[in-house]
């Protein structure tokens, strides 16, 4: 198993550039999760959906931020235009509510600098 | 509002010392208690996790102690390595509408001198 796969790995762009930011999930989990890492705010929710719905995006900062999961595979969080306070790491992570497990399993990660 | 809180925010521990993490909640809709542990670099990845039907649960030389009366939860390391080195979360779940939402502490960064 691959595990969860992000990328890019790094990014770095400027402000006002689109940024978009990729996720493939762990075959055969039904849950998928974005996650933003800076030191000031620690590990904070984004979004989450179940089965490619959109369940709760309360923890997007601003209009200028956007996800999408198209199918059970691929999913993408896009910030357009981007700030440079939008530098941080961004993690996506995904579990299977199905087999009765809360375990999430992140990526490695996206680190985003806007200059 | 931070749902769970977790503290100290940074821990520095000797090699073979005991280093011990300590977490609150309010939620009592919260049946689910990991920890994952972070390395410089890497996602975040399930450590060790307890329901609270029990009161404690060890894993080699990491060990949770769960309170339900007081709902707080801590993760002890015993003998603990310059290997352990690495920023730690403590989480809570809960049941229904949440599917498998995590709510994550701020974290703490531990630091074992050799």
């Known amino acids: 198993d691959a595990g969860v796969i992000q990328s890019p790995r790094h990014e770095v762009t400027e402000m006002g550039q689109e940024v978009t930011l990729r996720c493939k999930p762990i075959s055969g989990h039904n849950s998928l999760f974005w996650y933003r890492q800076t030191m000031m705010r620690g590990l904070e929710l984004l979004i989450y959906f179940n089965n490619n719905v959109p369940i709760d995006d309360s923890g997007m900062p601003e209009d200028r931020f956007s996800a999408k999961m198209p199918n059970a595979s691929f999913s993408t969080l896009k910030i357009q235009p981007s700030e440079p306070r939008d530098s941080a790491v961004y993690f996506c992570?995904?579990?299977?509510?199905?087999?009765?497990?809360?375990?999430?399993?992140f990526g490695p990660g996206t680190r985003l600098t806007v200059t | 509002q931070q749902q769970v809180k977790q503290s100290p925010q940074s821990l520095i521990v000797q090699k073979g010392g005991i280093s011990i993490i300590n977490c609150a909640y309010e939620?009592?809709?919260?049946?689910?208690f990991p920890w994952y542990q972070q390395f410089p670099g890497k996602g975040p990845a399930l450590l060790i996790a307890?329901?609270?039907?029990?009161s404690e649960k060890k894993e080699g030389r990491f060990t949770i102690s769960f309170n339900k009366s007081a709902k707080q939860f801590s993760l002890h390391i015993m003998d603990s390595q310059p290997g352990d080195s690495a920023t730690y979360f403590c989480a809570a779940s809960g049941r229904g509408s949440t599917l498998g939402r995590l709510y994550f502490g701020r974290g703490t960064q531990l630091t074992v001198w050799p």
């Open positions: 939620n009592t809709a919260f049946d689910y």
């Open positions: 992570a995904s579990s299977s509510r199905d087999r009765g497990s809360h375990e999430q399993y």
């Open positions: 307890i329901r609270p039907d029990v």
